[in-house]
């Protein structure tokens, strides 16, 4: 679960990036040298440092708004890249894609600021970040739910057989006032659809994850309707530094199409924010 804290997606109106998330699916790459980007361009980084894990981010060529980004990713390889956290500094390996990693030896620890700093197009590009603790008191005040399947395959409304809508109450300890925000997410290897829908829907539309937004409080309320698939769940709650909340909050509830984005790496764009998570099991059964 903890790889997956990283599959999510981010975009610009004037520049696309994107995050593995693994936390959601890929697009094609475009692989350019460093030696021939536009001396204007800015890298954008992707980072997010997870407390017990190695370092692991991705760095992409700025791309104007103009251009077709469609299907496109322009990746930057071979940086020489550092991140310090004051004592030791770890040299990440340039891989395919604009990823960069450190030795699986390394373990991020809670509560250390970690530095990231390398040149691109003579600037010195930099960063820092401090991996929060982990959130406190997850709970739910129910385990599971119970839901209908339906099938609309041959179209048609939904008529009388949808289920009412029920509250999924998730609450946790937040006594500095800090930012988290929950991720739901289905485990199963071959989940079954609550309704199946005609097939005009492509299954790109149908969400084997979703999430709340940020908040600074210590309750956030989950809707039955909001889960389209039977079984197993991981109710994921996040506590992420402000940075983060600040790109969410920029961009509405989907973290996609950035007009604005707000940024704390100097002489770059994106982020490199430090998280932590716990996790409780959530199961959706059927009627």
């Known amino acids: 679960m903890k790889s997956k804290i990283k599959n999510i997606l981010l975009q610009k109106k004037y520049y696309t990036f994107a995050i593995i998330i693994s ?25 997010y ?37 004051g004592t030791n500094t770890y040299a990440l390996t340039s891989l395919d894609s604009g990823v960069y990693e450190s030795d ?54 939904f008529g009388g057989g949808i289920d009412e809508n029920s ?39 149908i969400n084997r994850r979703f999430r709340s937004q940020p908040v600074l409080g210590t309750a956030t309320q989950l809707r039955s309707q909001q889960f389209e698939y039977f079984g197993k769940h991981n109710l994921v709650l996040l506590k992420v530094n402000p940075d983060y909340a600040a790109l969410y909050n920029s961009t509405g509830s989907t973290s996609q199409n950035i007009t604005t984005p707000p940024t704390t790496i100097t002489n770059g764009l994106g982020i490199f924010t430090g998280v932590n998570a716990d996790t409780l099991s959530f199961l959706v059964k059927q009627k």
């Open 23 to 47: 936390l959601l699916g890929g697009l094609t790459a475009c692989t350019e040298d460093v030696g021939t980007l536009s001396i204007e361009a800015k890298p954008i980084v992707e980072a």
């Open 49 to 85: 440092l997870i407390a017990g894990r190695p370092i692991s981010l991705k760095v992409k060529k700025e791309i104007a708004y103009a251009e077709d980004t469609s299907n496109t990713e322009a990746p930057i390889n071979g940086l020489d890249i550092k991140i310090s956290d």
């Open 104 to 157: 699986n030896k390394v373990k991020l620890a809670v509560g250390k600021t970690y530095t990231l700093s390398f040149v691109y197009n003579g600037k010195t590009v930099s960063a820092s970040t401090i991996i929060p603790t982990k959130p406190v008191d997850f709970k739910s005040d129910v385990t599971s739910i119970a839901r209908t399947k339906l099938n609309l395959s041959s179209g048609g409304g």
């Open 167 to 205: 509250d999924v109450n998730l609450t946790w300890s937040n006594p500095k006032s800090e930012y988290h925000f929950v991720v739901v997410d289905n485990i199963e290897e071959n989940p079954v659809l609550i309704v199946t829908l005609p097939t005009t829907v492509t299954s790109a539309e």
